[in-house]
Nanobody, 123 residues
Framework: QVQLEESGGGLVQTGGSLRLSCTIS????????MGWFRQAPGKEREFVAF????????YYANSVKGRFTISRANTKDTVYLQMNSLKPEDTAVYYC????????????????WGQGTQVTVSS
């Protein structure tokens, strides 16, 4: 069972930026597909961004495309989410997810999860 540890959340004004980090451990020398979901109060957890296990490909939810960028450290143990031009509707708990393969990553019903980090965007 892998473990995921997130950091980097906080409070920011509309238009500001934050960078989230997620480090995976316990993965026994193999790379995992990694990415981010978020959950706002009263809403379901939703997909935000994905980075393939090789680090070569990424995709995003339409709501964040052009504003958020996912990247991975050379060691492939850490994935980042750079969030720019933040809006109040981006306010949510952001969760890091990892799974052993790339397909169906945008499903929230399986995979390994971090504990979440709060992002609050004030208007």
């Amino acid at each position: 069972q892998v473990q995921l540890e997130e950091s980097g959340g906080g409070l920011v004004q509309t238009g500001g930026s934050l960078r989230l980090s997620c480090t995976i451990s316990g993965h026994r020398f193999r790379a995992y597909a990694m990415g981010w979901f978020r959950q706002a109060p009263g809403k379901e957890r939703e997909f935000v961004a994905f980075n393939s296990w090789s680090g070569d490909s990424s995709y995003y939810a339409n709501s964040v495309k052009g504003r958020f960028t996912i990247s991975r450290a050379n060691t492939k143990d850490t994935v980042y989410l750079q969030m720019n031009s933040l809006k109040p509707e981006d306010t949510a708990v952001y969760y890091c997810k990892a799974q052993e393969y790339d397909s169906d990553f945008d499903r929230a019903d399986f995979g390994s999860w971090g504990q979440g980090t709060q992002v609050t965007v004030s208007s």
